[in-house]
């Protein structure tokens, strides 16, 4: 298969690379491992192709987004959940062109779901200092009453899905670890006629760590509140 494949080639390669890596034993395996399965499964096909992910910058601390295509892999979004018991985790990988996240496979190998195409998610991101969990519980206390319920539930890729297959209204996070957390996902949401954009009202930025997602009718009255509760 060429690296300039259709966009359904691109699909089903990922979508083939989701389950190989989900046949991997996680109790035993480590994500790096997860990573690398699906980085050398989709090398074969497109050796010419970029490639992120998110272990692979724990180790070596570049994340560099070029114009290329690029292949951007969470082996395990979830993990927490995962160590826990908690079956709120997938594997996630998405396709960028022209640093547009193009093509987006999330699948949960514990239910067997995988996405493609009421009440609000919002999740306080990875960092616990001070100021960062104030701010939240800040939010969180002004928004409780605009909404019908709040749920914080550990995976920004499934959330993502969640919006897109009409299980949640809303979802925001900020600080998140990075853009594989939300290049599968993002895709999902706008392929369901969802929107994918910045809390702040402007353009979605896969490499800002900061990403909302809902329906049309929701936006303009979410950036709303959120503007109220800073």
């Not at 991101?125 to 701010?135: C, H, I, P």
């Not at 957390?181 to 994918?196: C, Q, R, T, W």
Request: proline share 4%; charged share 20%.
């Amino acid at each position: 298969m060429a690296d300039n494949g259709s966009l359904d080639d691109f699909l089903a390669s990922a979508v083939d690379a989701a389950r190989k890596a989900a046949e991997v034993d996680l109790v035993t395996e480590t994500d790096k491992a997860c990573e690398d399965l699906i980085f050398n499964h989709l090398k074969k096909l497109y050796p010419t192709h970029k490639f992120i992910g998110e272990e692979t910058t724990a180790a070596f601390g570049t994340t560099e987004l070029t114009d290329e295509p690029t292949w951007i892999v969470d082996p395990l979004d979830g993990t927490t959940n995962f160590v826990h018991g908690f079956p709120f985790v997938c594997v996630s990988i998405g396709l960028t062109i022209g640093k547009v996240p193009t093509v987006g496979v999330v699948y949960n190998p514990i239910i067997d779901e995988a996405p493609r195409l009421g009440g609000l998610t919002l999740s306080a991101g990875t960092k616990r200092d001070k100021l960062t969990v104030d701010a939240t519980t800040n939010r969180l206390n002004s928004l409780l009453f605009k909404v019908r319920s709040l749920r914080m539930s550990g995976s920004c890729a499934l959330n993502l899905c969640g919006i897109a297959c009409g299980r949640l209204d809303l979802f925001y996070e900020l600080g998140f670890g990075g853009p594989w957390d939300v290049a599968g996902g993002a895709v999902i949401v706008k392929e369901a006629g969802g929107l994918v954009y910045d809390p702040s009202g402007g353009d979605f930025d896969i490499t800002s760590q900061r990403v909302a997602a809902s329906n049309p009718l929701l936006k303009d009255a979410f950036i709303e509140a959120l503007k109220q509760s800073e």
